[in-house]
Every structure is written in C-alpha cells, then in structure tokens.
C-alpha cells in the first residue's frame, strides 16, 4: 500500500546488491511512496548487473561508487544532485563487510588488515559520506540519513566477529555526526538496528541459520523481514518522524529487550 509518504523528495540509496537485499526492497518502497533517487554500490558490485532491473523498475540512474574513496563519493553527490534536480532529502548507507567474516577468521585471530578494510568500509564509510554531504551543503533542511546496523553493537554474539566492532563505530558516527548535521543544517541521523535477515551479507556470517532460528523463536513479534525494514525505513525518510534523531531504532521483533521466551524455553527443556 502507498501513503505517498515521499512525495518530492530526492535521495541516494547506497547497498542493493540483489532483490534479497535490504537496501533493494527499500528502494522498491521508496519508489512506491513517490521519492525519487540515484542508485550507488561499489563498482566490484556492478559487475553482477543486477542493479540494472531495480534501476529500471524505479526509473532510477546508477552512479558507481566505493563507499570508501572521497572521490567517488564527492563525484556520486554532485552528480545525483544534477541528476535529481536540487539538494537531497534522504540517504540510506546500507554497506556492510568483513574479510574476517568472509574468510572465517576467528575474532581470536584477526588479519589486521582485512580487520581494517572491513572498518572502513562498514563504518567509516558512514563518516564519509556525511561528511561528503555536509561539506557539500548537499541536504536540504528536514532531510534525513539513515544506516542500518546489528544488536552486537551492543551485545556478544560470537560468531559476528568484527563486524560488532564495526558496527559500534557506526552507531557512534550517527550519533557524533548527527549533532552537527542537527545544529547546522536541522537533518536527522539514525540507526536502524535489524533483526538477522537472510541476504548476501548476513548470510555470511557463520552459523546464520541457528542465529535466525534463535531470534525467531525469541522475539514476540518474530524477525523483522528486509520489507518490515524497508517501511521503517520510509517513516524515517517522511516529514513524520522530523525531530527523531542521534537514535539507534531497534527493528527487531522485540528481541533486543526480550530475556528468555516460552519457545526458546520449551526447545532448551525437550533438549
Ligand atoms: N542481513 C542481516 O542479517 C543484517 C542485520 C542487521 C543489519 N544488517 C546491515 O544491513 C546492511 C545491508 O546489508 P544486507 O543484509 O542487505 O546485505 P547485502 O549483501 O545485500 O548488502 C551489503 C552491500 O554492501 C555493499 N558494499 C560492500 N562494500 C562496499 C563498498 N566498498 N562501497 C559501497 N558498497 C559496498 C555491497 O555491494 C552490498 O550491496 C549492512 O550494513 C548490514 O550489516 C544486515
């Protein structure tokens, strides 16, 4: 259903991999309220050409970047502005990666330099891009920036790695960014903190499918789905949510205030 929600505004949406991804159904979403907005992810990420049927259903144009090189993104946000007609009313960083993760390297037994790439492409990523943003002048006021992390910002989930790490350092950016981006230009910063989701991404985290099942079972209102984050995604872009800011949302079912549950309860005492 459509509430028109994004009517006039303008955006980029950074991280639709596959039509599995959370920044994919998003776009979809966005698309369907009535915002309009570039398409970005890494040139490596291209080369799957998927991105072209999300670009030509939303009638949207790709721009090439990596979330890590001033370049690029200086070159994305100029040209999207051109593209796009004027300033920006919205942004989703949904960029997330661990060579750790990836080559299942213990977090006992880090590549410090995979360690680092991964830093700066989950998390120091976000400071460029706002920071691209601002200097840029490239928001228009009441517009909103949203990125999307994980409940082992907080928590130990073992087998996360150093995307927590990762993760924390993006939660505090939205934070210490948003206070800036808020006194000078009034536009919001958040977080969305997303129950597990089966996508490229977080499929590749090891022991996935036990982790999804864990949360499923725990959470009175089950996982949230890529869609569920997509729509609350759409609020967060929308005039309705104008002084919600330097929040972290948790998007999760209610899993992250949840202690045991009656499932997770019956499962461990049959065991
Ligand atoms: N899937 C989950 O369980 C889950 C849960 C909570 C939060 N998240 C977060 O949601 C976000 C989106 O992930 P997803 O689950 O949709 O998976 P995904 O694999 O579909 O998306 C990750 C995206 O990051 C992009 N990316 C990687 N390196 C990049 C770079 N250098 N420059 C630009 N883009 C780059 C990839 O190309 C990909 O499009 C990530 O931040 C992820 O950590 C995912």
């Given at each position: 259903?459509?509430?028109?929600?994004?009517?006039?505004?303008?955006?980029?949406?950074?991280?639709?991999?596959?039509?599995?991804?959370?920044?994919?159904?998003?776009?979809?979403?966005?698309?369907?309220?009535?915002?309009?907005?570039?398409?970005?992810?890494?040139?490596?990420?291209?080369?799957?050409?998927?991105?072209?049927?999300?670009?030509?259903?939303?009638?949207?144009?790709?721009?090439?970047?990596?979330?890590?090189?001033?370049?690029?993104?200086?070159?994305?946000?100029?040209?999207?502005?051109?593209?796009?007609?004027?300033k920006?009313?919205?942004?989703?960083?949904?960029?997330?990666?661990?060579?750790?993760?990836?080559?299942?390297?213990?977090?006992?037994?880090?590549?410090?330099?995979?360690?680092?790439?991964?830093?700066d492409?989950?998390?120091?990523?976000?400071?460029?891009?706002?920071?691209?943003?601002?200097?840029a002048?490239?928001?228009?006021?009441?517009?909103?920036?949203?990125?999307?992390?994980?409940?082992a910002?907080?928590?130990?989930?073992?087998?996360?790695n150093?995307?927590?790490?990762?993760?924390?350092?993006?939660?505090?950016?939205?934070?210490?960014?948003?206070y800036?981006?808020?006194?000078?230009?009034?536009?919001?910063?958040?977080?969305?903190?997303?129950?597990?989701?089966?996508?490229?991404?977080?499929?590749?985290?090891?022991?996935?499918?036990?982790?999804?099942?864990?949360?499923?079972k725990?959470?009175?209102?089950?996982?949230?789905?890529?869609?569920?984050?997509?729509?609350?995604?759409?609020?967060?872009?929308?005039?309705?949510?104008?002084?919600?800011t330097?929040?972290?949302?948790?998007?999760?079912?209610?899993?992250?205030?949840?202690?045991?549950?009656?499932?997770?309860?019956?499962?461990?005492?049959?065991?």
């Open positions: 259903m459509s509430y028109n929600l994004l009517k006039g505004k303008r955006g980029i949406i950074f991280g639709a991999l596959d039509s599995n991804s959370i920044a994919w159904k998003t776009a979809e979403r966005v698309h369907e309220e009535g915002g309009t907005f570039v398409l970005t992810n890494a040139p490596v990420a291209m080369r799957m050409g998927e991105i072209n049927k999300l670009a030509e259903k939303t009638g949207s144009e790709i721009i090439p970047a990596d979330a890590t090189s001033e370049e690029d993104l200086q070159n994305l946000v100029e040209k999207s502005m051109e593209i796009l007609g004027g920006l009313d919205f942004v989703l960083h949904s960029i997330g990666m661990s060579i750790n993760v990836r080559k299942g390297r213990a977090y006992t037994d880090q590549k410090y330099d995979w360690t680092q790439k991964g830093t492409v989950s998390a120091m990523s976000f400071h460029k891009v706002m920071q691209t943003l601002y200097k002048d490239a928001m228009n006021e009441w517009g909103s920036i949203v990125a999307l992390t994980y409940m910002a907080q928590r130990v989930f073992p087998d996360y150093d995307m927590a790490d990762n993760k924390a350092y993006l939660e505090s950016i939205a934070r210490s960014f948003g800036f981006f808020g006194r000078d230009k009034n536009v919001r910063v958040n977080t969305i903190s997303q129950s597990p989701t089966p996508t490229t991404a977080g499929s590749g985290v090891k022991g996935f499918d036990g982790f999804i099942a864990y949360a499923e725990m959470s009175p209102l089950g996982n949230a789905t890529a869609l569920d984050c997509a729509n609350y995604t759409v609020t967060l872009f929308s005039d309705l949510t104008k002084r919600v330097l929040q972290n949302l948790f998007n999760d079912g209610g899993f992250s205030n949840m202690g045991v549950s009656d499932a997770v309860m019956d499962t461990f005492m049959k065991e």
